[in-house]
């Protein structure tokens, strides 16, 4: 009896004495903003007060631990995890890529911060020691376009990217991409440089898109030949596509995902049917989504399907006069229950389909013939 009241005694007194032990003289003002590294959140720093200097830490970098994969000859890309962005994977949840160019690499997506694209280029420098003298971005999400100021500043690299980086970011005029007078207190944030740890997102500024196109546009870089294909308002207000001919890969960001189900929160799904009628128009062995692993000729196989049910269904529903308020009810697209995010984004998309499909015509589905099905 009496040694069980010790052991009592001792396990009590351990856990009372648990949050002490191996803790030195700490000295937290407000502790309920500060990371697991004792760094403040750089959302504390989104106020009025804003001082440019805070931005800086000086605890060690994050470690992304990136590692490229090959995807064909001249193309390495970064796969990214299949979840929303968190301080656990620091915004490293989307794919960006490396094209191998004769003097630069081309980097497709700079991912989600200045410290993800310093490490991303440091990596590829093991493979060929070149500069980036070109960045191509997707689309305005922040998760593939926040590594560009390490780009910029330190390899002197010029954007190619959709204006409307520009304008929803940056403050610029729609028509003649020129920044109006900029009335902000504070400067231009986005979720993720609000979300990251400190030690992620530190450097990480916002810099414009400096060559933009109106239009599908081919031009050749670095000796690499390349179709940007304008795509438009589909995932987001504008998305683009790059189409590399002859090395017969089709890098395409987020209009197509797989393994997980998509998020479509600022897209519509007759854009992003056409979108992926379009990338089904060329000619390509591998297919670098935005996000997921599946690259060869199945890539876009659960993309094409999840939009296709969606729609479908969507609309039956409303011939049978379900309500807005039951569609997510009504509407489940029960294939893809088992992929990542399908619980926490496919009730949204529905939704959103529902307000969308209200205006539904079938002239707004482009035909651009199925170059897959001579191929077969
Ligand atoms: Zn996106």
Known sequence: MKNKLIILFA???????????????????????????GNFILYDWHHKGFVEGERTGENPEWDYNLKPVQVSKRVWCFFGAMEMPTKDNAGDMSNSCYIQGNDSWIAWDSGPSYIFAKQAH??????KDMPVKTVIVSHEHDDHWLGNNYY???QGATVYGPRSINVNYLGYDEETQKKKADTREIPAQTRMIRALYQNAIRQTKLVPVKKSFHHTTNFTLHGVKMEYVKVGYAH????????LPDDKVVLVADVVMNGRVTSNRDGIVIGQINAINAIKSRDWNYLVPGHGFITDKTAADEATQYFALLKDRVLEAMDDEV???DITRYVTLDEFRDKDLYYVLSPGNVFRSYEELEMFDEDDIIDYGQKEEEDD
């Open 323 to 325: 309500i807005a308020d």
């Open 122 to 127: 440091a990596a590829m420098k093991k493979i």
């Open 152 to 154: 910029t500043e330190t």
């Open 11 to 37: 396990v009590v007194a351990f856990v009372i004495a648990m949050p002490f032990i191996g803790n030195n003289s700490v000295d937290v003002k407000n502790p309920h903003k500060l990371d697991i590294d």
């Open 236 to 243: 987001s207000e504008e998305d683009w596509f790059l189409y």
